[in-house]
């Protein structure tokens, strides 16, 4: 029976910090609390990657991270210090690296083509007989022969294979990519033979006992998700903890009869950060986005026109090859036509995809699902009949065959894509009223959550799925935690921002940046001041080609990037701009140190399997990848927590967020009971009850403050009180008792957050 996690922590293995290092830090890691380590993906994938999900090789773990035997090394001194290991699992594509013999699998494709045994391995469309790759840099450009392979720069093709090169803008790949990556090409895992030899390896390690759980890396691009959790929960030990990243939108929720304990922790990061966000301040940030930007209030137009985008733009060899499946089973009607209704169905999709299996009935929320984006499709075509004959086949509703089948598993592999891409990576660098709510698995139009419905949230974890994940941070996120944590209280403040921002866009130079970029940029230099101006270049540079309005990744405007690189260095170079900034930082600071530690508190004892991202148990400003994957200096973080435990008090935010963090992991890992079920909202009473957040799991207390600047703008908490049942109550941060009523004059006094449990 396999060891299930009170809480993890994630690392990310690269080459030079690999099993070794990961060893090396099992002392801290127990040390800290945790009960497992969560390592990024450790099979062999492109030398040098950066971050594992380009695997190439699934009988071999990793070389550059020191190969299996450095993996038992690793694992045999974690299991020293009481510590298990999660993996990050990838089922859904492969990489086709320079040079392409580095993938053997694939390798055997290109020489055999069908004829290969490998072929069954990929999402292949075999009807132009080869594959078809998009490699070359000029129309006229050929491959030379050198002896039996034929080279491209650093591509090598066997030679005399069946493939075919082609110019990589107008060649479509017959090959289904991971989203719009042309060098990851998606697996067939729902193929039993390809499941087994892809999974053989990490399931050996997990019937061996040197892997307690999998995370299962975007199983939205799955044939069928619920099949493939079915089999590889069947084929692991029993108990295997299994977590889907599985991104949820709005009010939906993971799919009933998936196996597995829940999601990778992003439903649970968007309820937490809306938390701290004043609904008070929506109506005059958007007001103040709309008037400064000259964009729009509605972010739901802007997210319409980003997924049409990738639709005409990033994914059209998907949509393409949905396309052609769609005309071939209604052949009367016109293929043009009928891929403008796919592109408009795909736009209105409300989530990433439905769940859809030929054969079985659809269930109640597909068919709602389908119902709202045909709604939607409706609203923006003219030809009614025609979606009429189209929306039955996305559920499988129009009769059986393979094309009917085919086009029900393909069109929801689609969807998923045109939703990250789209929104994601596109709309959400669009629309910056608030960019702290622009994040994975966010809505930006959720401004805020309250705390009855943090509560229900909570309820419903602890009674349907204790075992899921949490998180507030990881190697995907856009800005990390206490970046949003300071960004929260412009919801407080927003008349002190729209002065700050009006202030600082006058005394800086003239703007070349797009109006939202510029929005965006201020944003950022709040959010992570203080930071270099080569970090903001670099977040900048992304940030402007994910959005894809002036310049873009391919096609970009060279012109326009070094303008928006030499506005930065303006900006930052005036030191009285720069002291205005600090200024404003510092008048966030307090209020942005309190929604750091409540946000960290609550995610670390609500219901769910925390999880800490690398370094994240201090106080950081890191932005999107890679700045998020950075090294971490865990020497000092090792100098901290041995300071802590001999009773020195924090000096600053990072040594609080510290003691939070490891004093609310080792209670957790010290009573599991506590934690693993059950879970009670507690109401403070008194005029500033709104400023408290308060629950109780099993003998545990957890009591935050939240809209801390509301709070010192009404005077504080006056004689708001919170009852607690029996007691007496100790706080594990400050080391003070408390009997009911607690004043939170007193239990919110020398910090902003309580962890209380039951003296005695």
């Known amino acids: 029976m396999s060891k299930a996690p009170t809480a993890t922590y994630r690392l990310q293995l690269r080459k030079g910090f690999g099993f070794a290092e990961a060893g090396e830090l099992a002392g801290y890691l127990a040390a800290l609390g945790v009960s497992h380590v969560y390592l990024s993906p450790i099979l062999q994938a492109t030398p040098g990657s950066a971050h594992g999900y380009d695997v190439v090789d699934h009988s071999r773990v990793a070389e550059d991270l020191g190969g299996e035997d450095a993996f038992r090394e690793m694992a045999a001194r974690l299991r020293e210090h009481g510590l298990g290991i999660v993996i990050d699992l990838v089922p859904n594509h492969m990489a086709i690296p320079a040079p392409e013999t580095l993938n053997p699998a ?132 029993p108990g295997t903890w299994v977590v889907a990243e599985k991104i949820l939108t709005a009010d939906e929720r993971l799919p009933g009869d998936w196996p597995c304990a829940g999601t990778t922790g992003y439903d649970a990061l968007g309820v937490i950060g809306g938390l701290f966000n004043d609904p008070a301040g929506e109506e005059p940030l958007t007001e103040a986005y709309t008037v400064v930007t000259g964009g729009r209030g509605d ?33 009367g009607d016109d293929p043009a036509a009928l891929r403008r209704a796919l592109v408009e169905l795909l736009v209105a999709m409300p989530v990433y995809r439905t769940y859809a299996v030929p054969g079985e009935e659809p269930s109640a929320h597909d068919l709602e699902i389908v119902a709202q984006a045909a709604a939607g499709a409706r609203a923006a075509l003219t030809d009614g009949e025609l979606l009429d004959r189209v929306v039955p086949l996305l559920l499988g509703l129009a009769g059986r065959d393979a094309l009917r089948d085919e086009f029900v598993v393909r069109f929801q592999q689609t969807s998923a894509p045109m939703m990250a ?91 070349p940046l797009d109006p939202d970029l510029d929005y965006l940029m201020w944003q950022t230099i709040v959010g992570g001041w203080p930071l270099s101006g080569q970090r903001l270049k670099e977040y900048l540079t992304k940030a402007m080609r994910e959005a894809k309005t002036r310049t873009a990744w391919v096609d970009g405007d060279a012109a326009y990037e070094e303008a928006v690189l030499a506005h930065v260095d303006a900006v930052l170079a005036d030191p009285e701009l720069a002291d205005d900034i600090e200024a404003f930082v510092a008048l966030l600071a307090p209020y942005a140190r309190a929604n750091s530690l409540a946000q960290k508190l609550v995610q670390l004892t609500m219901p769910g399997v925390p999880d800490v991202y690398q370094g994240c148990e201090l106080a950081g400003l890191s932005l999107v990848d890679p700045d998020n994957r950075r090294p971490v200096d865990y020497a000092r973080r090792r100098e901290l927590l041995a300071d802590l435990d001999a009773g020195t008090v924090p000096a600053d935010l990072g040594g609080e967020k510290l003691l939070v963090t490891s004093r609310a992991l080792r209670l957790r890992d010290e009573h599991p009971e506590w934690f693993s079920g059950g879970y009670e909202p507690l109401a403070a009473q008194g005029p500033a009850a709104g400023h408290a957040l308060a629950f109780r799991r099993g003998g545990a207390v957890t009591v935050v403050t939240r809209l801390p600047a509301g709070l010192d703008a009404r005077g504080g908490w006056d004689d708001t009180h919170l009852a607690l049942p029996g007691g007496p109550w100790h706080d594990l941060l400050t080391g003070q008792s408390y009997v009911s009523p607690a004043p939170l004059t007193g239990l919110l006094g020398m910090l902003p957050v309580a962890l209380l449990v039951e003296a005695g």
């Open 106 to 237: 694939f390798w055997d494709v290109l020489r055999d083509g069908p004829d290969s045994p490998y072929a069954r391995w990929f999402d292949i469309d075999w009807s132009a007989g080869a594959v078809v790759l998009p490699v070359l840099g000029s129309p006229g450009d050929e491959a030379e022969a050198d002896g039996d392979v034929v080279r491209y720069h650093d591509h090598v093709f066997p030679r005399g294979g069946r493939y075919r090169l082609g110019y990589w803008r107008d060649t479509r790949p017959n090959y289904r990519r991971f989203f719009d990556v042309s060098t990851l090409i998606a697996l067939r895992p729902e193929d039993p033979e390809v499941f087994d030899r892809t999974h053989a390896l990490p399931l050996r390690l997990v019937r061996k006992g040197l892997v307690d759980g999998l995370r299962i890396d975007h199983p939205d691009g799955l044939a069928d998700p619920r099949d493939y959790l079915r089999r590889l929960t069947g084929r692991a030990r």
């Open 299 to 331: 972010f739901e137009a802007v997210e319409r026109e980003a997924r049409r985008y990738a639709a005409e733009r990033m994914l059209v060899p998907e949509v393409d090859r949905l396309a052609d499946l769609l005309a071939k089973i209604l052949p």
């Open 421 to 511: 891409k789209g929104v994601e990576d596109t709309a959400f660098y669009r629309w910056s009223r608030l960019v702290s709510l622009n994040e994975v698995g966010g809505d930006p139009v959720r401004f805020s959550v309250s705390p009855a419905e943090f509560h229900a949230y909570c309820a419903e974890i602890a009674a349907e799925r204790p075992g899921t994940m949490t998180t507030l941070s990881t190697h995907d996120t856009k800005r990390q935690e206490d970046v949003r944590a300071r960004l929260a209280v412009l919801s407080e403040l927003p008349a002190d921002w729209t002065e700050a921002v009006g202030r600082w866009r006058a005394r800086a130079p003239d703007s």
